[in-house]
């Protein structure tokens, strides 16, 4: 059974860091592309970012690029979310994505991609 926890969520003032972590069990994480999610009050689930097995190729929105960086460390069945000048409107639940990759490059980016999710982390942004 797929397990993934995410960690790193908090308060944080504008202009400030967080870096987020998913941790999973229950997969060969190397056969797995994974993605960051987020929803706002209100709103739907968002796409933020994504990363082939590899690592090599990530994809991000284009509201969190050049802000947000997603890594992998394959050892450690762990993903990494690091996000930098965050802004009010980054505040929402964030969510830890994973299925199964059947290209190395293809980045996936659509909620109904993913059949196991993790159970979120807050992150708040003040203004």
């Known amino acids: 059974q797929v397990q993934l926890v995410e960690s790193g969520g908090g308060l944080v003032q504008t202009g400030g860091s967080l870096r987020l972590a998913c941790a999973a069990s229950g997969l060969t994480f190397s056969n797995y592309a994974m993605g960051w999610f987020r929803q706002a009050p209100g709103k739907e689930r968002e796409f933020v970012a994504t990363?082939?097995?590899?690592?090599?190729?990530?994809g991000y929105a284009d509201s969190v690029k050049g802000r947000f960086t997603i890594s992998r460390d394959n050892a450690l069945n762990t993903v990494f979310l690091q996000m930098n000048s965050l802004k009010p409107e980054d505040t929402a639940v964030y969510y830890c994505a994973a299925r199964r990759a059947y290209s190395y490059t293809y980045n996936y980016t659509y909620v109904t991609e993913y059949g196991n999710w993790g159970q979120g982390t807050q992150v708040t942004v003040s203004s």
């Open positions: 990363v082939t097995w590899s690592g090599a190729t990530p």
